[in-house]
């Protein structure tokens, strides 16, 4: 389960992409998570996906 806090989740989601997935898709599709929902919450920071960095920065 993931954080509901979005500072809190954004921390997660980055160190999960740093060290066990390649991708968000990936990511979302292992923990069961909807990736737009996940976007749209980061997103609400300012923060975003980079494919390249595969973070959200």
């Known amino acids: 389960m993931l954080p509901k806090d979005p500072v809190i989740l954004l921390s997660v ?7 066990e997935f390649d991708s ?26 980079d494919s390249v960095q595969n973070q959200f920065i």
């Open 13 to 19: 989601i980055n160190t999960k992409l740093r060290d």
């Open 24 to 49: 968000v898709d990936e990511l979302c599709a292992a923990l069961d998570a909807d990736a737009a929902e996940l976007m749209g919450t980061l997103a609400a920071l300012d923060y975003h996906y």
